[in-house]
């Protein structure tokens, strides 16, 4: 079956380290999203990626990276620049031919 | 830019009463509109969407939408819920393709017996 598969669903970090959240898609899509989510505050995008090799900052991009090499991975990284990462991420893409946004089950971030 | 709110932060409705859940937005142009549905610890699965044409749309579920451009509003609808819906509604706007979503806070559906 087609979809977009992120890994790990929960993840646990020490504060001040880096850490890597995955983003597979095999629905050939050419866009891919990354949203944050906190409660009581809707989603709120920190990258976007039309085409491999090429990205866009969000709203919330600062003290988040990411690449896309391929263009089924679009992975992010949390830095420790980032001063509040706990959180709920969540992974979407979208084709030319349907706009609509399929999403990932998500990932649970805690840092501690 | 674009935006989108929905005024009603938690809703509890009866088991098989109506279900109306408000939306509004502001973009400059006609909207790509979404409605989202999420359980908790989940991703998003879409219920519904307008690109054009019909302005009362069908979604999966039983749900169903109206856009109306005079009150820039995309309000969600279904005429008697069951407990499974009980879950995170989000609606969102879109623009051209690649560009960013905009999501609205969500509402949240609570269901009793």
């Known amino acids: 079956d087609g979809g977009i598969t992120q890994s790990p669903k929960y993840l646990f970090r020490k504060e001040g380290q880096n850490v890597t959240l995955s983003c597979e898609q095999n629905?050939?899509?050419?866009?891919m999203y990354w949203y944050r989510q906190d409660p009581g505050q809707g989603l709120r995008l920190i990258y976007y990626?039309?085409?491999?090799?090429?990205?866009q900052k969000g709203d919330i991009a600062e003290g988040y990276s990411v690449s896309r090499e391929k263009k089924e991975s679009f992975p992010l990284t949390v830095t420790s620049a980032q001063k509040n990462p706990t959180a709920f991420y969540l992974c979407?893409?979208?084709?030319?031919?349907?706009?609509?946004?399929?999403f990932g089950q998500g990932t649970r971030l805690t840092v501690v | 830019a674009q935006s989108v709110t929905q005024p009603d932060i938690h809703i509890t409705v009866s088991e098989g009463a109506s279900l109306e859940l408000r939306c509004n937005y502001s973009?400059?142009?006609?909207?790509?509109l979404f409605w989202y549905v999420q359980s908790p610890g989940q991703g998003l699965q879409l219920l519904l969407k307008?690109?054009?044409?019909?302005?009362l749309v069908q979604g999966i579920k039983g749900f169903e939408a109206e856009f109306k451009r005079s009150q820039s509003s995309f309000n969600l609808r279904k005429p008697s819920v069951h407990w499974s819906d009980a879950a995170e509604y989000f609606c969102?706007?879109?623009?051209?393709?690649?560009?960013?979503?905009?999501f609205g806070p969500g509402t949240r559906l609570s269901v009793l017996p």
């Open positions: 979407a893409s979208t084709s030319r031919l349907n706009t609509e946004a399929f």
């Open positions: 629905l050939n899509h050419d866009a």
């Open positions: 990626s039309q085409i491999v090799n090429d990205f």
């Open positions: 973009y400059g142009a006609t909207p790509y």
């Open positions: 307008y690109f054009s044409g019909d302005t």
């Open positions: 969102a706007v879109g623009a051209d393709y690649g560009q960013n979503f905009v």
